[in-house]
């Protein structure tokens, strides 16, 4: 395939605008969100709704109280993790659309160990579980980085495939290996309450999970601009070609990218199993690779735009639930923005008056 | 039939493509048949019946021959191809003009004479009056020069117009009725075929130079530090995935404290050898070393690390990365090494420093370090990465088309510091289109032809008339013009 | 087995509209990852209009047209916007999921009375034939439509202007602008005829293998499509046995399913397939390049 490479987002709008280049991020970041916010109002509008009503309640259910904020940001973790794998695939010019599946299958090794290993300290338990997540997400990754590497097979479709391979998979682990006794639906034994990830703050979702993706991303950024490795993922993704000139092993920097970018998915869905949901169910993922993209993109890669990129997603998705408990508005609502955004942040807005001129 | 011939970048192209609409003059006009006109487009071009013939073929690969030939016009039957029609007009254009095709094979199975030969035939299809052909044998071997020539000479006769460039002067004198030679974009001189000989048309060329002083001379080369040869290519030979032999034989040595100039045609196989003795491609045949050290096996990185700088042609695709800061650039490929890195990680503010220190000693004006590269000037860029690569103390420094798009004073600096490297030892493999950087710089000048050396001129200041000649001979079964 | 085969040429059919679909468009140059979006919405149009009007053929219209103005966008966002038409194709399936879902209010699943579906024909001769038979007959007109499609394609691609111009804009836009014809034109036309048959595929799974609608009915099948032109070439005939194939084993798993076999493993099958044809397809185009530098 010869369309262009997903690290091209990262092509900084300040060459073009001239402004610094947080300036132009931000900027480059707004216009899609704001386009996606008057699209949606259209949609509500259109239904009988307010639109400026709905958008107030759905801002207060995300932001209004610290009980609000809580629900937001335990509803960003998992889309930190998910933006945070997608943007690691991403900029090295890897399109790892497969996250899903290692988080799904992530979060099951955390569920299981987590129910089987009752007998260690959770000190103990609590990072095993961890690992092993993450290790089973990069394992997951791992066929779909050589089929790349050492084939030339397109990683979207591959990626792609296997997220559907993986919730089978899981679905059929969990409805039959793992199914907890006399549970009528899809799901494993509670995890042991030492495996519990401890809270923070007052409600039930908001765990140590928060700060895991927090210094997941800051060992991101850490690793991406200070190390020697991190340096080539940039040059890799960005321009391969000079890259190879350079002496860079393009291809070996896109598969080590895709292991690593399971590996996050991987204890994401670890982190989420233990946090949030303490065991392992069918629909365990809704979405969250796919959202991860989104994420991935309005940051444009970048490990620091990914924590309010997530955030507003998480708030998305914490405020349209509530909402739709209180007014039947649709959860789904939160599908169009999403989608919108992704659409418009793949575009190249920027600059985009000045190329028609030249065209014209 | 007018011949058009030029050194490399004399503006040949420039002009044939301003005939074609490819591109717009910014003075002058075009005369059609005693009218001038304005072609803006190459639609436009093709219905005064104007076609051209370009170096690289417009033919779609995947497609057949016969669908080539009609793409744009083709005939049509109660809304659909009439291929049986089409079928008919190219045996016909085929018997007019004496060239028989293969039309049901796909373009990318053709040899490339057929190619050619079915770029011409869709010329005369769309009824064009004037062809234009932009070095048409530079990829042909000797028996199929002369059926293009037989070809060429039927069109002529049958009344239509041929303009083409070449370099190869013995086939020009042989074919054309008229020759033209431009330099440095004007026109010198137009002369009737009859009146020229190989010798006039070089000297017309080349130009009346004064002799060009040899910077070389000048500095004298230091001993070699190694018994080594900075690089030994031997044999080595190219076939690419369409089939076509690119290097043919090549063998190739440039000494510690050498300057080597490579001096051919574009498109003789230049690019090709830089990419084997680089290591981004795989040669079919045939060993590099650098520094007494076989690479043949190893990737650029392997080969960096024996000793092997670069300075790409491509300054924005290869050179640089635009996109990122100066900073990255400068520590491009030493991003491992000990001054940069420790353990993986890059030392706080080493890349500053050392990004810094090449900024500084290559006198790269930029605003600051975190500028992205894609905004200096040519010549920064090149001394950018200069610094760059020199700042790895290479053995061997293969360079090519340093002062492409580089100011005066920033092409001086540049020649400097090539004869700087010649001083201290290092092995320079200089590519370049300019003949003049050329003789001033190179102790001598190995000139490609068709993908295998065609020769060597020595040094210092070398002979750029024999330079030309051995560029411009034609390995083609045409007798030598008595 | 002879329902394995039955219902496997039927459950085909979606899977070579929407493959179709993307083959035209892969041909003029653009990889249309959305064409699980663009099923959807041609599946929620068909029930929806073929219920309010009692006719299924008005419902595989609204289909065909639902697929068009999906199309329509999504070129807008890839050619003019200057979108990276894989990330803005998968923003464009979530889009579409989103509104759809939005629309049915939760519901999850559309089942209106009144819906009306296209018939099965039997062909009473051929049915009897012992393979063949329970493969061709029995089928509904969008299926044996269908059929001819293929041909017909293979057919127009070489044989009429528009195709021959699709398959050298698509090739090499480079060369279709120094001949003068209009790029642009072509791959907006190549999409919207892409979404024009994924609509219309959608509309053929949930009128005439389901009939109803449900958001999670297409299950990828837009992906299987695109994996087919993949491994087809973007060959008409090939692609369309990659669709044969791939429902043929849609179809074995259904079976054992029903078997006993757990379903969820069972329904991996298909997507393992798809993976394991590309990775076979890579190989084997691997092989004559080795031989040749050999």
């Known amino acids: ?119 260690l300290s959770g000190w103990l338990l609590i990072p095993l579980c961890m690992i092993a997540a993450a290790i089973v997400g990069g394992l997951w990754s791992l066929p779909a980085a050589l089929l790349r590497t050492r084939l030339g097979v397109d990683e979207v479709v591959s990626t792609l495939m296997l997220n559907y391979v993986a919730i089978g998979l899981a679905s059929w682990i969990v409805n039959s290996l793992l199914l907890a006794n006399g549970s009528a639906n899809s799901a494993s034994d509670p995890i042991a309450p030492q495996a519990q990830l401890p809270t923070i703050g007052s409600q039930a979702t908001m765990t140590i999970g928060l700060v895991i993706a927090l210094v997941a991303i800051v060992l991101f950024a850490l690793w991406s601009t200070r190390s020697s490795s991190g340096f080539e993922l940039r040059l890799a993704g960005l321009n391969p070609r000079f890259a190879e000139a350079t002496g860079i092993d393009v291809l070996k920097v896109l598969g080590g990218a895709m292991v690593v970018s399971g590996l996050v998915g991987g204890l994401g869905g670890g982190v989420h199993a233990l946090g949030v949901v303490h065991r392992f169910v069918d629909g365990f993922s809704p979405g969250y690779g796919f959202t991860g993209i989104a994420v991935a993109l309005l940051a444009r890669n970048g490990a620091w735009g990914l924590i309010p990129a997530a955030v507003l997603f998480g708030a998305l998705a914490s405020a349209g639930a509530t909402v739709q408990l209180i007014s039947a508005i649709p959860l789904d609502i939160v599908d169009v923005l999403q989608g919108t955004i992704t659409i418009l942040a793949a575009a190249q807005l920027v600059g985009l008056w000045r190329r028609r001129k030249a065209a014209a | ?188 001189e137009t ?50 995935r369409d089939g076509r032999r690119r290097l043919d034989d090549v063998d190739l040595t440039v000494r510690p404290g050498e300057i080597v100039g490579l001096a051919g045609v574009a498109g003789n196989g230049q690019d090709e050898l830089v990419e084997t003795l680089v290591g981004l491609r795989r040669p079919t045949s045939g060993t590099v070393a650098i520094d007494g050290r076989d690479v043949t096996a190893r990737s650029v990185a392997g080969r960096r690390r024996a000793g092997l700088g670069f300075i790409p042609a491509d300054r924005r695709g290869e050179g640089l990365a635009i996109d990122s800061s100066v900073a990255d650039n400068a520590i491009a490929g030493l991003h491992r090494s000990d001054r940069v890195a420790r353990g993986g990680w890059l030392k706080p503010g080493a890349r500053e420093r050392v990004a810094q220190a090449i900024v ?87 000139v490609i032809a068709g993908g295998r050396i065609a020769g060597e001129v020595a040094g210092p200041a070398p002979d750029l008339n024999a330079v030309g000649a051995l560029m411009t001979a034609a390995p083609s079964g045409l007798k030598e013009a008595a | 087995m002879n329902q394995i085969l039955s219902s496997a040429a039927l459950a085909a059919t979606p899977l070579i509209l929407a493959a179709m679909g993307g083959l035209i468009n892969r041909r003029g140059g653009i990889v249309n990852i959305a064409l699980e979006g663009k099923m959807l919405l041609g599946a929620v149009f068909a029930v929806l209009v073929s219920a309010s009007t009692g006719s299924w053929v008005l419902g595989m219209v609204a289909a065909g047209v639902a697929g068009l103005v999906g199309g329509a966008v999504f070129t807008f966002c890839v050619t003019r916007l200057g979108a990276n038409e894989i990330l803005a194709g998968l923003g464009f399936n979530t889009l579409a999921a989103g509104l759809i879902g939005y629309a049915l209010k939760d519901r999850g699943t559309y089942d209106p009375s009144g ?74 036309a190549s999409t919207l005829v892409a979404g024009l048959l994924a609509g219309l595929g959608g509309g053929q799974l949930a009128l005439a293998l389901v009939g109803l609608f449900n958001t999670g009915m297409v299950a990828g099948r837009g992906f299987i499509a695109m994996a087919a032109f993949y491994f087809g070439r973007a060959r008409p005939l090939p692609t369309a046995i990659g669709c044969a194939l791939f429902a043929l084993f849609d179809a074995i798993q259904i079976r054992l399913q029903q078997d006993g076999v757990p379903t969820q493993l069972v329904s991996t099958i298909p997507y393992l397939v798809v993976v394991g044809v590309l990775a076979f397809a890579a190989l084997s185009a691997r092989r004559p390049a080795k031989e040749a530098t050999a």
Not at chain 1, 4 to 19: C, N, T, Y
Not at chain 2, 224 to 229: D, K, R
Not at chain 3, 151 to 165: E, H, K, M, Q, S
């Open chain 1, 1 to 119: 395939m010869s369309t262009a490479s997903p690290a091209s987002v990262e092509r900084g709008a300040s060459l073009r605008l001239g402004l610094p280049g947080f300036a132009a991020a931000l900027l480059r970041a707004l216009i899609p969100i704001a386009i996606a916010l008057v699209v949606g109002a259209i949609l509500l509008a259109v239904t009988g709704w307010d639109p400026i009503s709905v958008y107030r309640l759905m801002a207060q259910e995300a932001f209004g109280d610290w009980a609000a904020w809580q629900g937001t940001l335990a509803a960003a973790t998992p889309l930190l993790f998910c933006g945070l794998a997608t943007a690691i695939a991403f900029r090295a010019g890897a399109f790892n659309v497969g996250v899903d599946g290692s988080f799904v299958l992530g979060g099951l090794a955390a569920a299981w160990l987590g129910a089987e290993l009752t007998g």
């Open chain 3, 115 to 188: 819906i009306s579906v296209p018939p099965q024909l039997h062909l009473p001769l051929i049915a009897d034939i012992p393979v063949l038979g329970p493969i061709v007959s029995d089928k509904d007109p969008v299926t044996y439509l269908t059929w001819l499609l293929v041909p017909l394609l293979a057919w127009a691609l070489v044989r009429t202007r528009a195709g021959l111009r699709l398959r050298a804009a698509g090739a090499s836009q480079d060369v279709a602008h120094a001949l003068g014809l209009r790029g642009l034109a072509i791959r907006d």
């Open chain 2, 191 to 240: 002369l009737p075929a009859a009146a020229a000989d190989r010798d006039t048309l070089v000297t017309l060329m080349v130009g009346e130079r004064p002799p060009v002083v040899s910077l070389a001379h000048q500095r004298a080369a230091a001993p070699a530090h190694s018994p080594a040869p900075a690089l030994a290519a031997q044999s080595l030979g190219l076939v690419d």
């Open chain 2, 1 to 188: 039939m007018h011949a058009l011939v030029g050194e490399n970048g004399a503006g040949k192209t420039t002009l044939m493509r301003m005939l074609f609409g490819l591109d717009r003059p910014t003075e002058g006009t075009v005369v059609l048949d005693d009218a001038p006109v304005a072609l803006a487009s190459p639609a436009d071009a093709a219905a005064r019946g104007i076609g051209m013939v370009h170096q690289e073929f417009k033919l779609v690969d995947e497609l057949t021959a016969l669908e080539n030939l009609v793409l744009g016009r083709e005939p049509m039957r109660r809304g659909r191809i009439d291929w049986a029609a089409a079928r008919e007009q190219a045996r016909e254009l085929a018997r007019e003009s004496g060239a028989g095709l293969d039309w049901d094979r796909p373009v990318a199975e053709l040899p490339v004479e057929a190619r050619q030969r079915l770029e011409i035939l869709r010329l005369l299809h769309r009824r064009a009056d004037v062809l234009i052909l932009d070095e048409p044998t530079a990829v042909l071997g000797p028996a199929q020069v002369d059926d293009l020539l037989e070809l060429l000479r039927g069109l002529r006769d049958r009344g239509r117009t041929i303009v083409f460039i070449s370099h190869k002067l013995r086939e020009v004198l042989q074919l054309a009725d008229t020759v033209s030679v431009l330099r440095g974009g004007r026109l010198v």
């Open chain 2, 360 to 446: 500084d000693a290559y006198q790269v004006r930029c605003a600051s370090l975190k500028l992205a590269a894609g905004r200096l000037s040519g010549g920064n860029q090149q001394r950018l990465i200069m610094g760059r690569e020199l700042a790895r103390e290479p053995r061997l420094l293969i360079v090519s088309q340093p002062t492409r798009g580089v100011d005066v004073k920033g092409a001086a600096y540049i020649h400097g510091q090539l004869l700087a490297l010649r001083e201290r030892g290092v092995g320079v493999l200089l590519i370049s289109e300019e003949l003049d950087e050329l003789a001033a710089l190179s102790d001598r000048v190995v």
